[in-house]
């Protein structure tokens, strides 16, 4: 009797839950929270599928990727992660990316931080280290290669985010490193944002009625 292997599927991602401050401990890692589209990437057989955030199929957005997918050091593989472009200063830049769907596909990389799946062992219920360690074997050092690790910040949160506050970034990610991987909105990952939609609202404010005081608007 022949054994039929399931086919790896779309699982709904872990979502981060917004806080005003990061937190605080040893057993929290942070990273930068990248301005683009959330992906998770699944491979079987040296080929390789693209899904949006919400399970959309959109492997033929994503050209480039889908082909260094294909390339990776591994039989099958279900990876998290988020799709950029980035700007001349290395940084993720939404406006481009959306222009880069429409025209640039192969500017697009990704960078990845963590693994669902590997081989054949789901590794949800290992913990953020061993999955995000797992994950480094797969996408390798290139720094020209589409596909790149997510790095966390070696040091505090409080730290990472004024830094990225000051170079107008989005903001920065933290999550438990001790914790496994649940689909869903969780507390385990906690998004701290740098400018806020508020603060755009007031500044948008501001401005109007500069501009109709000054007669320009």
């Known amino acids: 009797m022949s054994s039929v292997t399931a086919r790896l599927r779309f699982i709904e991602p872990q979502l981060a839950s917004p806080v005003d401050q990061p937190p605080e401990g040893k057993h929290w890692i942070h990273e930068i929270k990248h301005d683009g589209y959330r992906f998770q990437l699944v491979i079987e057989r040296r080929k390789a599928r693209v899904f949006s955030r919400n399970g959309y199929d959109w492997s033929d ?41 429409r025209k640039q596909p192969n500017s697009i990389i990704i960078f990845t931080f963590d693994l669902l799946h590997l081989d054949g062992k789901d590794l949800r219920q290992e913990t953020l280290l061993e999955r995000r360690d797992a994950l480094k074997a797969p996408v390798g050092d290139d720094d020209g290669s589409r596909i790149q690790f997510s790095d966390e910040f070696d040091g505090d949160g409080a730290t990472l985010f004024k830094a990225c506050g000051e170079l107008g970034l989005e903001g920065i990610v933290s999550k438990h490193a001790l914790a496994p991987y649940r689909s ?13 939609e508020s603060t755009f609202v007031v500044v948008a404010q501001i401005v109007t009625a500069r501009r109709e005081r000054l007669g320009r608007f």
């Open 61 to 101: 957005r994503y050209p480039s990727i889908v082909r260094a997918a294909a390339n990776l050091q591994c039989k099958s593989a279900i990876i998290d992660g988020e799709a950029i472009v980035q700007n001349g200063h290395g940084a993720s830049d939404f406006d481009a990316l959306q222009s880069a769907l």
């Open 184 to 196: 869903g909105r969780s507390k385990t990952w906690l998004k701290t944002k740098c400018f806020t």
